[in-house]
């Protein structure tokens, strides 16, 4: 028995009904049009996602061609781990091997895609104002939380990466076998010429972003947990705010399509398969 | 009949096997069992995945490999870890300097990107993954980034990579030593297009010993 009136349904939903209009930093907002802080340029009419992910949090969505993901590191100490899957068939994923391979690059940036494992751009880097990602390293799991900070089950305080990003792809019935090497944002790795892994962790300045664009119809599985290879010893992860808006398919003339060979490629091969 | 390769490994020799130019192979090797891999001719890349035989869910990690290592390259003394964080099989042994484990296998698709789409029709590693996979209902979603044994890709310093001329040669081998029940799967690469394979596909040779083998 408890005082607060919740002894019989009405007074537990009278109890519930009280909790309306709570405001708290990691929450979405809805609609997401609604937020007084849209970016610059965007009607709230376009707007399709504004949720801020705390401390170890995790979100997934899907979003259609052209649409616009903005990621913000608020307090310069975010870690954003991100899975990619084509929405329509997520047997087609992100795949990090090529996307390195086929850029001839290690080090992702404006300008650079994210590509998937039948040779088609998931996503473009269209803006980068951190410069410091990593996508060699991954997510951490429970077994690195336990030995870091004495628990990293998805109950705890501590809840690692890959847990949360099995929740997220879980709940677009994608299981363990799903979750392929991730992308980790706001966090760096450079590659030493010996071949060692240098952790560029921060903590870094306030509201660095990067803007991602979808080239195709995509899930997105967000998990904001720290780093794998930060040794801090207090789980030490600040919150993120994700802002997607819709936008046009990106036009033969695109400037990030053209770039290169290899890029113009996975662009055509997606126009091919969008062709219906 | 006595052979080199096999004097240092301990009996019995439970499998020794040519695979083939472009072929698909798979076997379970068990905790505690060596795995010999031999590039016979050269500078053959040889596409490397595995699973753990009790729960195929579990499987090799490059990223977890990659962080619990701090480094990229693959060398004696590397522990292979699965998306679990549990170790899978230990390099206890290599002749060859470091081995790959970023630049992925080579597919069908991925070939229209890097070469243009007139290699669509040449064979890859994917279709090699798929097709040793799918006698066990495994499929597309158990093809995750892998190990390239005897393949070179150095990262400089501005990030740019690529899979350059090979630093493996005849006869040069690499043993993994199993810390779990495995499957392991290989695809002998048939990429032309680059210098992996030295342009040319050639024969490999597996071995699977019963315990690591003998320190001399």
Partial sequence: MTNLGTADPKG?????????GTKI?????????SSPDLPPGVVSEDMLWEETVGAGGYASKELTRGSRLRLTDLYGDSCVSMLVFNSERPIERLNMADTVKVQWNAYLQAGRLLLSDMGRVLMSVVADGAQTHDIFCGPTNERANQRTYGDGTNWSQFPNARDRLLLGAAKFGLGRKDLHPCVNWFKGVRIAEDGATVWEGGPFAQNRSVELRAEMNLIVVLANCPHVLDDRTQYTVTPVRICAWRGPVTPQDDAIRNSTLESERAFLNVEEYFRR | MSDSILADLHSPILLDQIVPARAAWEHVVRCGETLRIIDLEGNQAVDFLMYSLRDDAERYSVQDTIAAQRNLFLRSGSVLMSNEGNPMARICATSVAYHDTIGGACSCESNTLRYGHHTKAQHACVENFLTANARYGRGKR??????????NVPVEADGTLGIVDGISARGMYVDLHAQMDLIAVISNCPQINNPCNGFNPTPIRVIIAAGDPVVT
């Fill in chain 1, 12 to 20: 537990a939903r009278a109890h519930a009904h009280a909790m309306a």
């Fill in chain 1, 25 to 33: 930093e990691a929450m979405p907002t809805v609609p997401a049009g």
């Fill in chain 2, 142 to 151: 158990d093809i995750v980034s892998n190990i390239n044994w005897f393949m």
